[in-house]
Nanobody, 125 residues
Framework: QVQLVESGGGLVQAGGSLRLSCEASGRAFRFSNYAMGWFRQALGKEREFVAA?????YVAASVKGRFTISKDNVKNTVYLQMNSLKPEDTAVYYCAADFQTTAQRMGVRASADYWGQGTQVTVSS
């Protein structure tokens, strides 16, 4: 079993920045065995892929150039740096882990084996 705990959400004005963090843990969990990613779900909308990282990164077109995903293999933590935020970025952001896959595959399939509880990001205009 894998536990994912997100942090860093909050309220920010349009044009501002936030950094989300997700710490992964679990018995026999090995960070290197997983692609890690971020998804989001706005109120009344379907969940959508945002970004993923394995040996490489894969970022949704809607956030490319504004959002950056990175990871710290020592801390078992994945980050999502969000810059130039827009009101349409408002959503609950979920961390996800997908076993033995790539960032691109995770993004294309838009699915994962494990999910965090989510953190709210609200961007005011």
């Amino acid at each position: 079993q894998v536990q994912l705990v997100e942090s860093g959400g909050g309220l920010v004005q349009a044009g501002g920045s936030l950094r989300l963090s997700c710490e992964a843990s679990g018995r026999a969990f090995r960070f290197s065995n997983y692609a890690m990613g971020w998804f989001r779900q706005a109120l009344g909308k379907e969940r959508e892929f945002v970004a993923a990282i394995s040996a490489s990164t894969y970022v949704a077109a809607s956030v490319k150039g504004r959002f950056t995903i990175s990871k710290d293999n020592v801390k078992n933590t994945v980050y999502l740096q969000m810059n130039s935020l827009k009101p349409e970025d408002t959503a609950v952001y979920y961390c996800a882990a997908d076993f033995q896959t790539t960032a691109q595959r995770m993004g294309v399939r838009a699915s994962a084996d494990y999910w965090g509880q989510g953190t709210q990001v609200t961007v005011s205009s």
